[in-house]
């Protein structure tokens, strides 16, 4: 009895998996993607244009951190230390690699929200400097800063509790229509705040490139001129010199600003996520959803205790580092040096810096949320549906606030999804049937094409855009597990689709073998019975990464509806047919093609 109970036991042990070193790196490099990019970061290659970058982004830092402090309701001083400390947390944390964190518009107007609510402007001291302060500011400044940092230590709390109980892949309810009226609605709600400032208007609270150099010249000849007491003109004042030692933010008003503290999360990182979304999109990698809750969620909690307003990602910011040509997020480390040497040196002498011109930064860095207002032509044109949930959104952002029409958005989407897919013929959770042809060319009948049909079965829209493509990858990866070749044309033939379809790891035998042959992708659009925007955006995007890996794709049964909406969306081939009205008419293309192809090769020969 004793040895087989010390055999079961030994067994159970065996099964058991105990952590070992090897496992927890594994947890720090997905925990923390710094250590996965830095110890193969390329000086040569990527130090110069993340210096250059690096130098223009800190330019957007240093004015728009000045401009959102003042949007918050708070000391300017205080968008100073917001636009350095996010900005290193989420360079260690974050996995968007052209992502500029720091102050942002919409978070700094709800946070304004609860400041001018629970400490209004009119119940200000009338000592404008205090020594007893550890900046030299008043009571009533930092009072009002005590508030702000509250509400992002809650807001960072919340999305630190999204990723702890791994929602983050809820955010795909967070639809392109939604986040793109969201945004707008809510730089509307920001332009009209900044009107007393910028047309010098005495109003109650309301709910660039040249940058650095305008504001310097501004304080200029705002000093010189001395408009302050000469016309009244309205300055920053007094911004004093250094970052202060760490302090708790005021936890008493935790009650009162949960609400807002909501907005900031949800509202904050829905618009950091679109953007790392999309550049993990156009620059060809991935990011994790619940890493990014991590990231944005410890960049509002640490910065909370160095006097920071709430944080986000700005589409400002993030566009600057595309055109600059950033590599890493080593250009936005490198923007906190400077950041860093203008709280030091530079930041006592921005005394004159007039606030109708942190109004003018204000507006023109939300140039690119308002545009947005052209996408409605987009929507009009490929899904009405889409247009409909986009002008309720904005109105409801505008008659309220910005977490209500985010609010309001995710669950007009829901609704209308849930309402089209209960008129759909079928619910099977099968996406695609796959069936291979082999088709034989009448030139060379030792060839053979590999043809592959594609049936999609269900709808096509927000809901399952992401399991789209990863089902189609599965089928491939299946077929070519069952399917093992005897001769490497035979095997090129089986694997173009799969390593075509995946990230850019081709080989370059493969890549040679694309030129001489191709496979060919129909997708059956019979079942698809009716999509959206971002499931038309993914349909397009797999033609697209198809196409440039010489993988021909034809679409069969396709409506008058997806052919528009797909023509308008892509740069489809149009130097030969790539919607057919049947699956035998898409292959006797393939067909006719390949015999011209052989025919040609001939004739050279």
Not at 36 to 42: F, M, S
Request: aromatic share 10%; glycine share 6%; proline share 4%.
């Amino acid at each position: 009895m004793t040895g087989a109970k010390k055999k079961k036991k030994s067994v159970l042990l065996s099964k058991m998996h105990i952590p070992c070193c090897e496992d927890f790196k594994q947890w720090c490099r997905r925990r923390l993607p710094i250590l996965e990019w830095a110890p193969h970061y390329n000086l040569k290659e990527n130090l110069l244009p993340d210096t250059m970058s690096g130098i223009m982004l800190a330019v957007q830092q240093v004015t728009q951190g000045l401009a959102f402090a003042i949007l918050s309701s708070v000391h300017p001083v205080f968008g100073l230390y917001g636009s350095l400390f996010p900005a290193i947390i989420y360079a260690i944390f974050g996995m968007g690699r052209h992502v500029a964190t720091g102050t942002f518009a919409l978070t700094s107007l709800i946070s304004a929200n609860a400041v001018e609510r629970l400490l209004p402007s009119s119940s200000k001291n009338l000592t404008i400097q205090s020594n007893t302060s550890m900046l030299g500011l008043s009571d009533f400044e930092m009072e009002r800063i005590g508030i702000a940092a509250a509400i992002s230590f809650l807001g960072g709390v919340i999305q630190v509790a999204i990723f702890v109980l791994q929602l983050g892949s809820a955010t795909f309810l967070l639809t392109e229509p939604v986040i793109s009226a969201m945004t707008t609605g809510a730089a509307t709600h920001v332009v009209t705040s900044q009107l007393k400032y910028l047309l010098g208007l005495k109003m109650p609270y309301i709910s660039g490139p040249l940058g650095f150099f305008y504001i310097i010249a501004a304080s200029l000849a705002c000093y010189c001129t001395n408009m302050e007491n000469t016309y009244g003109l309205e300055v920053v004042g007094h911004i004093p010199k250094g970052i202060p030692p760490p302090k708790a933010p005021s936890m008493n008003v935790l009650s009162a600003v949960i609400t807002e503290a909501f907005g900031v999360a949800l509202v904050g990182y829905a618009a950091s996520l679109a953007l790392a979304q999309g550049s993990a999109k156009k620059f060809k990698y991935s990011i994790d959803d619940n890493q990014e809750f991590l990231a944005h969620g410890l960049s509002n909690v640490i910065s909370s205790f160095f006097f920071c307003i709430p944080s986000a990602a700005a589409m400002g910011r993030t566009t600057g580092l595309y055109s600059t040509g950033a590599k890493t997020q080593v250009a936005c480390l490198i923007s906190c040096i400077l950041v860093l040497t203008v709280i030091y040196a530079i930041g006592p002498l921005l005394y004159w810096l007039p606030m109708c011109v942190l109004a003018s930064i204000i507006v023109v860095g939300l140039k690119g949320m308002l545009i947005q207002f052209w996408d409605l032509k987009k929507y009009w044109n490929v899904d009405k549906i889409n247009w409909g949930i986009w002008v309720s959104t904005y109105v409801f952002t505008i008659c309220f606030a910005a977490n209500v029409g985010l609010l309001f958005g995710v669950l007009c989407t829901i609704a209308i999804v849930i309402g089209r897919f209960s008129r759909t013929k079928t619910l099977n959770m099968k996406n695609m049937k796959e069936m291979e042809f082999k088709v034989k060319t009448e030139v060379d009948g030792e060839s053979l094409q590999a043809v592959k049909i594609i049936s999609m079965n269900n709808p096509l829209v927000f809901l399952n855009t992401k399991n789209f493509h990863i089902d189609l990858m599965n089928i491939i990866q299946k077929e070519n597990a069952s399917n093992q070749p005897t001769n490497d044309i035979s095997k090129y033939e089986q694997n173009t689709l799969l390593n075509s379809l995946s990230n850019d790891n081709c080989n370059e035998e493969v890549s040679q073998l694309c030129t001489n042959e191709k496979c060919s992708l129909i997708l059956d659009c019979s079942g698809l019975t009716f999509f959206d925007y971002p499931g038309i955006s993914m349909l397009v995007e797999v033609y697209m990464d198809c196409k440039s890996r010489s993988v021909d794709v034809s679409l069969a049964h396709c409506s008058a509806s997806l052919i528009k909406a797909m023509k308008y969306c892509g740069n489809l081939d149009s130097e030969k047919p790539i919607f057919f009205d049947s699956v035998s008419a898409a292959i006797s293309n393939i067909h006719s093609n390949k015999n011209l192809s052989k025919l040609n090769d001939q004739s050279e020969v």
